[in-house]
């Protein structure tokens, strides 16, 4: 075997070296993506959760059954209450929509996408949550604003007071 021979064949091997060891970060880069998924489903989990602890607090349940009906009514910590709440489910929403198509996985960007604006929709059903939106909205208190208002809609967030 000439030193030609032995360079050739060292090249193939250098080049099959090079060949697995693509497939091998290939492998390892769509663990790592599934992984972080799983983490980000359970970090929107988490965050959903969280509201619903909120809300089975009996001091929020009773503040958020008072909102529900009307804002203006509220004593000026109640008004502080309901306004992070609606803050915090606002920023929910908003994360898990610009990330659904990412954390998805087989129900599709739209499903979580539906989801999210069907929970909004509910929550500013409420004569209360929309005197609160405007009332915060007024008062720049909102992070985004026109977001919302193109997700749930001006006919919902413009609905007059039962």
Do not use: W
């Amino acid at each position: 075997m000439s030193i030609v021979e032995i360079g050739a064949l060292a090249q193939l091997v250098g080049a099959i070296a090079i060949l697995l060891s693509l497939v091998f970060v290939v492998i390892e880069l769509r663990k790592n993506f599934r992984q972080n998924n799983i983490a980000n489903t359970f970090h929107r989990a988490t965050e959903l959760d969280k509201l619903n602890l909120i809300q089975m607090d009996e001091g929020m349940a009773k503040v958020l059954v008072k909102g529900y009906e009307s804002y203006d009514r509220l004593e000026a910590f109640e008004k502080v209450q309901i306004e992070g709440y609606v803050n915090q489910r606002i920023h929910v929403v908003t994360r898990a929509y610009r990330t659904a198509d990412e954390t998805a996985f087989t129900l599709g960007g739209d499903h979580v996408r539906g989801r999210m604006k069907n929970s909004l929709i509910t929550f500013f059903s409420n004569p209360g949550m929309r005197e609160c939106f405007h009332s915060m909205n007024k008062r720049n208190l909102i992070h985004s604003p026109d977001f919302v208002r193109t997700l749930v809609g001006e006919d919902v967030l413009s609905q007059p007071a039962a």
